[in-house]
């Protein structure tokens, strides 16, 4: 049953999501026990099912981020050269993790969920080339994930040099 709760909220959630749904403590214990649920880190629990990536960014208290948000979101992605996290702006770092680059691009974080299209791309022209950013810029038009507001929102904080 918690595993079906947290398949609905994306895979990962923290306890007060978890609660305010009506899973005990007990029963959370008990899941965690039982295999059927993975605690991450204090608070904050995950279905196995969820991707391996979305388990790690909740390592580090965030989700996946730029190419690896990107790919998870159907966008076109050339190549992912590096694992990347988003912590939206109040997250805090988690040590241990040499691999990782952490973005902290404004926005309201949510478990479970990816961040909004506009702040995925945003955080490619930082990590990816131009050709990899271009093509999962283009497919979010295509695919029309990104809203108009969303495009508006990208221009006025892309650096100059990826405008075209
Ligand atoms: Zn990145
Ligand atoms: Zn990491």
């Known amino acids: 049953m918690i595993d079906s709760i947290l398949r609905q909220l994306g ?4 306890t007060a999501t978890l609660r305010a749904r009506g899973v005990t403590g007990r029963r959370l214990q008990s899941a965690v026990r039982g295999g059927e649920v ?9 279905s196995p099912d969820a991707p391996a990536v979305v388990r790690h960014a909740a390592e580090h208290g965030g989700v996946p981020g730029c190419a690896d948000a990107a790919d998870l979101l159907d966008l076109w992605v050339l190549k992912i050269e590096q694992h990347c996290v988003w912590l939206g702006r109040a997250g805090e770092s988690h040590p241990g993790c040499e691999e990782c680059h952490v973005h902290w691009n404004d926005g309201a974080l949510v478990f479970g969920r990816y961040p909004p299209i506009e702040v995925v791309l945003l955080q490619m022209t930082e990590c990816a080339d131009d050709e990899t950013f271009f093509a999962a810029y283009e497919s ?11 495009i508006a929102w990208l221009w006025r904080r892309m650096p100059v040099g990826k405008r075209c």
Do not use: N
């Not at 895979?11 to 923290?14: F, Q």
């Not at 979010?140 to 969303?150: D, F």
């Open 11 to 14: 895979g990962v959630a923290r």
């Open 38 to 46: 993975v605690k991450i880190r204090r608070g904050l629990y995950a």
């Open 140 to 150: 979010a038009l295509r695919l029309m994930t990104i809203s108009p507001g969303g």
